[in-house]
């Protein structure tokens, strides 16, 4: 009989997936069987906050797993609800059965603990020097930032011409306006 | 044969309801047969601007009208449907029938006035004094904020831990990134 | 302090509520302190299987509940949201607490059950004599139909002139082709 | 001052626009300044009951007018909101003002009337020979249809490859099934 | 045999329809066969930003238009979806067959970009002259307006008493807090 | 540099993952880097045809998958849009880029190939012998199954005791109506 695992389920936006997220992910991998690995907002794109789909963020974060030698993990996208009250249950139906979260979400935290899951502090990284915004700052205004990122993840940038879209896209009007 | 009564809606996101909104409830009460009174933004929860479900409003609320021996109303949360071209065909499809709107807000007024509806002015309260806004404030804070609402109300936000889940929630993180 | 009351829910479309249904109500009424009874499907009106809306079904009910003198009740409109992984979230959110609920649908038995409720037996009635579906079958046909509802539900159906809308729609034609 | 318009509004899937419905259009015309032919089911497209896209069907039935030398109408693609009892709201929303519909559904008819407009029976067409099913039954055989419908109906299907497309999906798969 | 029309796409909220709005589309129209007016937003109304229903826009346009002598023009309601990674499919599974777009904005640009299309620099005209938050300003605060947009624009927007609307809305409160 | 992987789609429901469905998977995977396991109707579960949670058939699969050494594959949930003409949109943005689709269904052939991607046929298997209705029929009626599918997938099912479940909804009742 299949020994039943211990999964473990932590849920970012990725936008991009940068070194930090990638500390967490292996230290988290070390505490768990399986780790599932949630990529939120999941129907947005294209903009300065959101600027790549699902689909490109999932390739980043296998190729970035692939080449840590990570295995044991499901990626899976999560769309928006906006509506908290079932946002637990929205979850719990498209990921497999996972026994604990990690999060340093407060509201994360309540949520899942009002559904009667069990919650951890996610492990810390260093939030000075990797974030998504200084990221997508830097790709915007032309300055290195492939340093901060796993060498997939820059991959897939230049393979969607990410970079490039970031920059057109910049000024986040909205496409209903435009004339 | 049934007679047949006036009906006045009265909509509101009471988050929470508190002793200015039961002012103009028992002001409305005794200009009509019966009170419909619509739970507004339905679907909202958990965030600081609308912390308590559309249930634990109807718990506190139905207590509060209890204690104060009213008996003539329907209670009914309504969801946004965020176009507000069909706003009040939503409502009137939620509500049992009625002949008159109460309301402050010119938006509300203008959409039932275009909808044929006869709409007056709500009663008036001490707005400096009771509002949503300053309860949830002095929930977060920690200061006094039982004697602001009815008692009914104050029980249930206890009884469903509503003020530790917004003393967690209160910096409103979304929960799509957790990392 | 207020004294923690033991609440059950109850889900029906009711289109109409009929003597079967107060038959049921009455019975559990006496096995719980607080019932809340969800309006299912509440979106629907103005077809064969769903003629009445949620608002006309909440002003029945309530005129029955009244006239039998039920008083402990909670009435909620609960529109569908066609994934059942999410449906006991989404009922929980929009209605008061609950401890158990009644019903003898094995889907809605195991999605309780599933989430960690109590359920419960509903108790039996007579389905050969009362039906929604004879009910609006009778309307349709001219046949007489009032003796199988209360009293309230009949007065609301011909105040609202449910009888004349049943009879013109009960082809179903879909209203998006009208040539 | 511009002159007042008596405007009417007809609606139809159009799957396709034939003959028949031509017929309809030319009677209408002549009774009012101004048409409004709403597009319904827009959402709809790709299937054998709904082959074509609400902009397909758009530019068939304006070469179709166009050719009749027919002007002032209006022409609004209507998607399905699936809860009758907002989808006035919903029309009149999306559409110029109008002062009155023509149909012969029942359901349709009652929808407006309960919301206050007035009806009017559409002319009559000869529904043995002209029918959208039968004109998709027949482009699925192989047989000939496009003497069932205008010339610039015809001329864009073609244009659209829409009869490859109707005998390719005849069988009317679900794509979420592809194994 | 049909002569394949050239159709251009052009895309706003018109909110309203302008002087400048004017100015572009007659430059497009002598660029093409047949040009695509979308309404964006087709869903909101009743807002300072959005003041007018999709019907009350085509309704300005159409006249403005026709007083113009523009005749070659699909005018389609084209509603939000949120989701940018589709919106290209969605407006053209809304509008006729079109061949290149007409924008000046850069979001707009890449998506249509992405998908395959041929975008153009829409035609200049006088920003500092002519907008439509100007244009609603002006009508809030009851100065002169008129005169920025076409006769047939005006006319509508007295026939549908948007004038007093928009200046008895222009706190834009949520109609969802009545209160 | 990162070689160009070829990626090909695949989408089911996969109500369970069957022997058959193993078949096509082995059989593609020989022809393309990596695969993308598309995981349809994934809002489905809890009814006969589509018992099992996206997340639930995400276990199977990936426990089947790694039972045969099958590494280069993404498995994403793919929620129904229930509008064919954005539905290749939709998915493309889930998923990593791919550069062709196996498919046996008309439909899904017509909707890649007219957004122009190259579809090719799926392998096959043994239909008679292999099908989720029949595995469902006989999970059921109490037959044996475990033979049907990979070792994997019938732990799961025990594991999250998919078989009781089935067997209680077999009936496949709306939890909306629970009189």
Known sequence: MRKREASALLIGRFQPFHNGHLEVVKAISKECDRMI??????????????????????????????DEGLENYFMVPIVDVNRYAIWVAHVASLVPPF????????????????????????????????????????IVNGEHWEHLVPRGVAETIH?????????EIMKDHSPEATI
């Open 37 to 66: 690995v949630g990529i939120g907002s999941a129907q947005l794109s294209h903009t300065f906050e959101n600027p790549f789909t699902a689909g490109e963020r999932h390739l980043m974060m296998s190729r970035a797993f692939h």
């Open 99 to 138: 026994q604990y979260v990690y999060t340093n979400n407060p509201l994360t935290r309540r949520l899942f603990e009002e559904a009667g899951y069990e919650v951890r502090q996610a492990p810390m990284f260093n939030r000075s020097e990797y974030s998504g915004s200084e990221v997508r700052r830097r």
């Open 159 to 167: 393979e969607v011409k990410g970079d490039e879209r970031l920059q």
